[in-house]
């Protein structure tokens, strides 16, 4: 593959968000090489126009910049990693958008080992669904370095409605904390109070309507609510279990700052049920079946290395 790197986009990392974000990218026009661990992910970014290439290192070879969307800690770390050697390859203006909700440790772990390799990588969490991604209404928390944030501006420009640069390396990750604190505990409160709307013999529909457009409305209501009217959970705007890995996150950056968390660690405790009940590749509006079939909150509190 001979191709200039100047309006090439990388996406390393093609799930339900990083296959969105390259549609996005590949409707703007770019040019998006992309690599993922799954055969079937290749080819459908094959499919939406993409370009596939075998590894990271190849993607770095030939990118501008790199939109890295990754399952875990361990995948970030593999990955940049994979990247040693491009020290020697010019490619010191290369900026990796790193947009994963990991833990703060993994990502600073990852910007050494970018610096080693001579490239840098910013802390770039995103806020928004698959859907959200594809229809370019996604908000960003950019933080690190000053330089890296002008480079990428132009990516972010089309991959995001709304950047926010937060300031220095990990307050995007303590942003998305914050940010995913509230998801939880309001998809659950939506979720109680469609259920008592059901049971109290009034219309989902326009439960939703008249709610959603009082002062008792939410993002998650207006987002998650049809979802529970209609139990569209298996095609999910983010899976339960990797909520669960999220809500983790969230839990132990709140004992290490000493910040109480009593609402998080009481919704927590249903998304955990819901996944025990097998509702784990679901949607997390289906904590909503969970209540409605009855069952309690998984008294298993989780476990920190």
């Known amino acids: 593959m001979t191709v200039?790197?100047?309006?090439n986009v990388g996406v390393i990392g093609l799930g339900i968000m990083g296959s969105a974000m390259s549609t996005r990218m590949i409707g703007a026009g770019r040019r998006v090489i992309g690599t993922d661990?799954?055969?079937?992910?290749?080819?459908?970014?094959?499919?939406?126009?993409?370009?596939?290439?075998?590894t990271p290192y190849d993607v770095?070879?030939?990118a501008s910049a790199i939109i890295t969307s990754l399952p875990s800690d361990?995948?970030?770390?593999?990955?940049?990693?994979?990247?040693?050697?491009?020290?020697?390859?010019d490619r010191q203006d290369l900026v990796i958008i790193e947009t994963s909700t990991l833990s703060l440790d993994a990502k600073r772990t990852a910007r050494a080992l970018a610096q080693a390799a001579g490239i840098t990588l910013l802390d770039c969490p995103v806020s928004g669904s698959a859907p959200q991604a594809?229809?370019?209404?996604?908000?960003?928390?950019?933080?690190?370095?000053?330089?890296?944030?002008?480079?990428?501006?132009?990516?972010?420009?089309?991959?995001?409605?709304?950047?926010?640069?937060?300031?220095?390396?990990?307050n995007g990750s303590r942003f998305k904390f914050v940010t995913n604190m509230l998801v939880a505990v309001h998809t659950l409160a939506a979720a109680e109070a469609l259920l008592l709307a059901r049971r109290l013999g009034l219309d989902f529909d326009r439960v939703l309507e008249v709610v959603g457009n009082s002062a008792g409305?939410?993002?998650?209501?207006?987002?998650?609510?049809?979802?529970?009217?209609?139990?569209?959970?298996?095609?999910?705007?983010?899976?339960?279990?990797?909520?669960?890995?999220?809500?983790?996150?969230?839990?132990?950056?709140a004992e290490t700052a000493g910040s109480p968390?009593?609402?998080?660690?009481?919704?927590?405790?249903?998304?955990?049920?819901?996944q025990d009940a097998g509702r784990g590749d679901q949607d997390a509006a289906a904590v909503f079946a969970f209540l409605e079939a009855g069952a309690g909150p998984s008294n298993e509190a989780p476990q920190h290395p």
């Open 134 to 170: 594809l229809a370019g209404e996604l908000v960003a928390y950019v933080s690190g370095d000053d330089s890296a944030k002008s480079r990428a501006s132009d990516v972010m420009g089309d991959l995001v409605s709304r950047w926010y640069d937060v300031g220095a390396f990990g």
């Open 261 to 274: 968390t009593p609402l998080l660690t009481r919704a927590a405790s249903y998304y955990r049920g819901a």
């Open 60 to 62: 770095a070879c030939h």
């Open 74 to 89: 361990t995948a970030l770390l593999e990955v940049i990693a994979a990247l040693h050697g491009l020290e020697t390859a």
């Open 217 to 253: 409305t939410s993002r998650m209501l207006e987002l998650r609510g049809p979802l529970m009217a209609d139990e569209g959970y298996s095609e999910p705007f983010v899976r339960i279990r990797t909520f669960l890995k999220d809500l983790d996150l969230i839990d132990r950056a």
């Open 37 to 54: 661990v799954d055969d079937l992910r290749l080819a459908e970014h094959r499919t939406r126009g993409g370009v596939i290439v075998e």
């Open 4 to 7: 200039e790197p100047t309006e």
